[in-house]
């Protein structure tokens, strides 16, 4: 079975695996690692080619609309191509409006059991001259379009923060889909961790009152440490940036911003640094059964020594 013929019943045991475990599933298309794959899918001027990639993402959202149906909650389906250059390029308009009219085609199809996001990129490795899905050309489709946008924070340079799009993104597309991850140089998918950056991000999204219009995924698979271990760093990180983006004093900065009290606001800011959410985070933890601390260490140590590394 190639790509351009898989169909919900090659993932019925996903939707089984997820009803039986109470978890939501989302999904995404996947354009690399084939031998069509080249430099260019979607936005390939080959029609064969491309067509093979258009019809492989449209029944991935078919796919994603069976999987929201039968969680009854809409499945969001991330699209992201590989697609560009490794050296310079003439033909970077071409390309984009490629691209553009096949993402037209696969999104004509109405599937209310599902959300499409598209996801964009500074470059890919072995691609680094010309990305065609550049956070410009993506910026700009799904605000015409009105699609969600899938904002990874491994995908731009190191020294740019993620969180200063969110804002003006806000103001153009319905919603926004994170992933939420760590670069180091080109890789970036490093464990989550709670750094500015992240912290950053979620402060934006709740001073934008947009927790109700941003879905939060965790976009990283380091396999240098044990992966449960990974996984558990991650979410934690995550959850802390969010927590202290969610206490922060928004109701005062807001007042003294409006005032034009600087130096009160940046008092505040800097004071909210060292609020103790952290014993608020281990009281939600202690009151969830969840380890408090450190305590997850011997526990994953353990489901490491009885059951991983049996496998």
Same mark, same amino acid.
């Given at each position: 079975?190639?790509?351009?013929? %898989?169909?919900?019943?090659?993932?019925?045991?996903?939707?089984?695996?997820?009803?039986?475990?109470?978890? @939501?599933?989302?999904?995404? #298309?996947?354009?690399? *690692?084939?031998?069509?794959?080249? =430099?260019?899918?979607?936005?390939?001027?080959?029609?064969?080619?491309?067509?093979?990639?258009?019809?492989?993402?449209? &029944? !991935?959202?078919?796919?994603?609309?069976?999987?929201?149906?039968?969680?009854?909650?809409? !499945?969001?389906?991330?699209?992201?191509?590989?697609? /560009?250059?490794?050296?310079?390029?003439? +033909?970077?308009? &071409?390309?984009?409006?490629?691209?553009?009219? #096949?993402?037209?085609?696969?999104?004509?199809?109405?599937?209310?059991?599902?959300?499409? !996001?598209?996801?964009?990129?500074?470059? /890919?490795? *072995?691609?680094?001259?010309?990305?065609? /899905? #550049?956070?410009?050309?993506?910026? /700009?489709? %799904? $605000?015409?379009? @009105?699609?969600?946008?899938?904002?990874?924070?491994?995908?731009? +340079?190191?020294?740019?923060?993620?969180?200063?799009?969110?804002? #003006?993104?806000?103001?153009?597309?319905?919603?926004?889909?994170?992933?939420?991850?760590?670069?180091?140089?080109?890789?970036?998918?490093?464990?989550?961790?709670?750094?500015?950056?992240?912290? =950053?991000?979620?402060?934006?999204?709740?001073?934008? =009152?947009?927790?109700?219009?941003?879905?939060?995924?965790?976009?990283?698979? =380091?396999?240098?440490?044990?992966?449960?271990?990974?996984?558990?760093?991650?979410?934690?990180?995550?959850? @802390? !940036?969010?927590?202290?983006?969610?206490?922060?004093?928004? *109701?005062?900065? &807001? +007042?003294?911003?409006?005032?034009? @009290?600087?130096?009160?606001?940046?008092?505040?800011?800097?004071?909210?640094?060292?609020?103790?959410? *952290?014993?608020?985070?281990?009281?939600?933890?202690?009151?969830?059964?969840?380890?408090?601390?450190? $305590?997850?260490?011997?526990?994953?140590?353990?489901?490491?020594?009885?059951?991983?590394?049996?496998?």
């Amino acid at each position: 079975m190639d790509r351009d013929q %898989c169909e919900p019943k090659h993932f019925e045991s996903w939707i089984q695996w997820a009803r039986e475990n109470n978890m @939501k599933l989302d999904f995404n #298309s996947t354009s690399f *690692g084939h031998p069509k794959s080249g =430099d260019l899918s979607l936005a390939n001027p080959d029609p064969a080619i491309r067509e093979f990639w258009i019809e492989h993402t449209k &029944r !991935c959202r078919r796919i994603a609309d069976a999987m929201g149906k039968a969680q009854g909650d809409p !499945c969001i389906m991330n699209i992201w191509v590989h697609d /560009g250059s490794k050296d310079q390029t003439v +033909e970077r308009k &071409r390309y984009r409006e490629i691209f553009a009219e #096949s993402l037209d085609e696969i999104l004509k199809e109405d599937l209310p059991g599902m959300k499409t !996001c598209l996801e964009a990129k500074l470059f /890919g490795i *072995g691609l680094e001259s010309y990305t065609v /899905g #550049s956070h410009d050309f993506v910026a /700009g489709y %799904c $605000a015409t379009r @009105k699609l969600m946008y899938t904002l990874d924070t491994g995908h731009y +340079e190191m020294t740019e923060n993620v969180s200063d799009m969110v804002a #003006s993104l806000l103001l153009f597309v319905p919603e926004l889909m994170l992933h939420v991850s760590r670069p180091i140089r080109w890789d970036s998918d490093h464990v989550t961790i709670m750094n500015d950056q992240t912290l =950053d991000l979620f402060k934006e999204i709740v001073r934008a =009152d947009a927790l109700n219009r941003a879905h939060i995924g965790l976009d990283y698979f =380091d396999a240098a440490i044990n992966r449960i271990g990974a996984y558990v760093i991650g979410t934690r990180a995550t959850q @802390k !940036c969010l927590l202290s983006a969610l206490l922060e004093p928004l *109701g005062k900065l &807001r +007042e003294y911003e409006d005032a034009g @009290k600087g130096f009160q606001r940046l008092a505040l800011l800097e004071e909210a640094k060292t609020l103790p959410f *952290g014993a608020v985070f281990d009281y939600f933890n202690y009151k969830n059964n969840v380890p408090v601390g450190a $305590a997850f260490i011997p526990a994953i140590e353990k489901y490491e020594e009885e059951v991983t590394s049996m496998r």
